[in-house]
């Protein structure tokens, strides 16, 4: 019993928080960064940033974070969806310096 809790609880916070491909695209270009930038800058390898991005690879959460960790650091700022317009969706922006 106790193992599907965690499971539910993790996948549950994964979707609230989890970047997205196009996000990371457009974090990326808004920082002037290259796949290889972003995973050194996060610790990963730039193989998983093209899996994520270009080829929606199913990456594993603690990934994600890491990758959303390097961005928040540069001054990117992740909006959940539905909240940054009346249309909804994901977005992002460069925090004010």
Do not use: C, Y
Not at 14 to 20: D, F, G, I, Q
Not at 22 to 33: E, H, N, P, Y
Not at 41 to 69: I, N, Q
């Amino acid at each position: 019993m106790q193992p599907m809790r965690l499971k539910k609880a993790a996948s549950s916070l994964s979707k609230r928080e989890m970047l997205t491909p196009q996000q990371s695209k457009a974090a990326r270009a808004m920082l002037g960064w290259s796949r290889e930038e972003l995973a050194d800058k996060a610790g990963v390898s730039a193989g998983t940033v093209v899996g994520f991005e270009l080829l929606g690879a199913d990456s594993k959460v603690s990934t994600v974070h890491k990758l959303t960790r390097a961005f928040e650091a540069a001054g990117i700022e992740f909006i959940e969806d539905g909240v940054a317009s009346l249309n909804g969706g994901p977005g992002l922006r460069l925090r004010k310096r």
